[in-house]
């Protein structure tokens, strides 16, 4: 979480809206960081994506988000680019907390439990539904239902 939020951009977007979320604070007290929701547990999909950051700090160095208003013109792009690969993945990263198999689905408020189960249904990933749940969602997105 340290080296996620050392870039100002980040501290001032990201982290903060993060803050906002059922994923910082929840009523069981269990916080998922950065490298929860976008860093595999597996040694080799790690090392990919520690590669790929590497890419992401050259647009830092590069200067096309180094403030916060270039970062907003980029959001919906970056984005894109992470939720294609979360689907591409079947939102492993989720799936490392959170099992469909291991959901009480009839403890869930009654929206939850009808999408969830629907999702399991039809093998849904994680990503699909939950486009902005732990962060703000572009200002150009529209959900697609």
Not at 117 to 127: F, H, N
Request: proline share 3%; hydrophobic share 30%.
């Amino acid at each position: 979480m340290e080296f996620c939020v050392s870039c100002h951009e980040i501290r001032t977007t990201v982290l903060e809206e993060y803050k906002k979320t059922v994923h910082y604070i929840n009523p069981s007290g269990i916080r998922a960081i950065c490298s929860d929701g976008h860093v595999p547990r597996e040694w080799t999909p790690k090392l990919i994506r520690r590669i790929k950051t590497a890419n992401e700090l050259h647009h830092k160095i590069m200067g096309i988000v180094d403030t916060p208003e270039k970062f907003e013109a980029e959001r919906m792009e970056l984005a894109e680019n992470v939720w294609r690969s979360m689907e591409a993945k079947d939102s492993r990263e989720c799936r490392s907390c959170h099992s469909f198999a291991a959901m009480e689905f009839h403890n869930q408020k009654r929206r939850a439990r009808e999408k969830t189960e629907s999702a399991a249904e039809k093998g849904k990933t994680c990503i699909e539904c939950r486009k902005g749940i732990a962060h703000k969602l572009p200002a150009e997105y529209e959900e697609d239902d």
